[in-house]
């Protein structure tokens, strides 16, 4: 690619793929509502609002991909969620389908599904069962991806992450676990496939206790690595185990399922 646009790229998640992803396109774009942060040789910073039309038109102009990782990524109250999560999400593809239809790797989340107990193994048609206002925008924004691509041809994987971070750190990660370098490699192939569609793809490791199917996935050519059982014995030794009674031993979206609906 010509250029990539990143965007949320100043959050934690987009600092740790940056430097994976830099070889992906001759420049990065990182886009973000927060001051410039711009480290790579060949990255350059747009400052952007998601919920100003006009700033998410110019943001992607000239990108011929978009990893989209912007936006609220916690519990908070409904407005900044709305604005955030769908307003942002709708200008999001709005600019695309201006610009040509650069394909789109969807930060969707495990929030979606929060709802499940621990004990199924979902694949990905499960029914929908949000843990909060924040899991309804990610499905609104898989609903949203879904429209674009059967009414306009928008391709986009939408990628339910689970627990992204350095190392899993808890026992719910030991099955929720994402590293930071298969998300990188679930990014690249989703962009090197000659076709990709609208696919829902657990964003998760090779984890043995892992909780998501991602069988469906063999056409795509990606298969996660790393496995969060290297660090059981630590956060055995580490982390307290959660009684059974509790929200991160009996349900998918973890402490998710404690949150209130905030008002402010």
């Keep these: 690619m010509k250029r990539l646009l990143i965007t949320g790229a100043a959050g934690a998640l987009g600092r740790a793929l940056r430097p994976r992803l830099a070889l992906l396109a001759e420049t990065i774009r990182l886009g973000d509502i927060a001051p410039a942060d711009v480290t790579g040789p060949n990255e350059e910073w747009m400052h952007c609002d998601l919920a100003e039309p006009w700033a998410v038109d110019a943001m992607v102009a000239g990108c011929d991909g978009i990893v989209h990782l912007g936006g609220i990524s916690v519990e908070r109250p409904f407005d900044e969620v709305v604005t955030g999560n769908i307003v942002g999400l709708y200008n999001l593809y709005e600019a695309a389908r201006a610009h040509g239809l650069p394909r789109i790797i969807f930060a969707s989340s495990n929030h979606t599904i929060g709802y499940y107990p621990q004990t199924d193994r979902l694949g990905p048609d499960a029914p929908f069962r949000p843990d909060g206002l924040y899991g309804v925008s990610k499905c609104f924004g898989e609903s949203l991806a879904r429209l674009y691509f059967d009414k306009f041809g928008q391709e986009a994987a939408l990628v339910r992450i689970g627990s992204c971070t350095t190392e899993p750190m808890d026992h719910r990660m030991l099955s929720t676990w994402f590293s930071h370098g298969d998300f990188a490699s679930l990014i690249e192939a989703a962009f090197r496939s000659p076709v990709l ?50 929200s991160m031993a009996r349900f998918q979206g973890g402490a998710f399922t404690d949150n209130p609906i905030f008002k402010e």
């Design 197 to 246: 569609g609208c696919p829902v793809i657990w964003g998760v490791s090779a984890n043995d206790s892992c909780w998501w199917d991602n069988s469906h996935l063999t056409w795509l050519g990606w298969r996660a690595k790393d496995n969060a059982e290297a660090w059981r014995e630590k956060i055995e030794t580490n982390a307290a185990k959660p009684t059974p009674d509790k």
